[in-house]
């Protein structure tokens, strides 16, 4: 299971932190990500961390957004900076057993919701 948290409402060029927090699997074991489907649109992988630090980020996020988790409290984060409207979208946080760069989930969370106002 993964419950995501820490979403919100910001203005443009705001800062939001969501995290991700695992249980009933062996969180070490998995590449951790975060997909995310705005309104409208298809849903996109943003980010994935794989269980040995690397780290993979799309480019409309590359720069902005950083993926990071701590396996000690079986949680991951996404910190999401310089926020734009078009980042408005519901976040998911998502573990993947074979794949590193998170194509292929094996677990999906709920969903967190952002909203960016411009």
């Known amino acids: 299971q993964l419950v995501e948290s820490g979403g919100g409402s910001v203005q443009t060029g705001g800062s939001l932190r969501l995290s991700c927090v695992a249980s009933g699997f062996n969180f070490n074991d998995y590449a951790i990500g975060w997909f995310r489907q705005a309104p409208g649109k298809e849903r996109e992988k943003i980010a994935c961390?794989?269980?040995?630090?690397?780290?993979h980020y799309s480019d409309p996020v590359k720069g902005r957004f950083n993926i990071s988790n701590d396996n000690a409290k079986k949680t991951a984060y996404l910190q999401l900076n310089s926020l734009r409207p078009e980042d408005t979208a519901l976040y998911y946080c998502v573990a993947d057993l074979m794949d590193h760069y998170c194509s292929a989930p094996d677990y999906w969370g709920k969903g967190a919701l952002v909203l960016v106002s411009s």
């Open positions: 961390i794989n269980s040995d630090g690397t780290t």
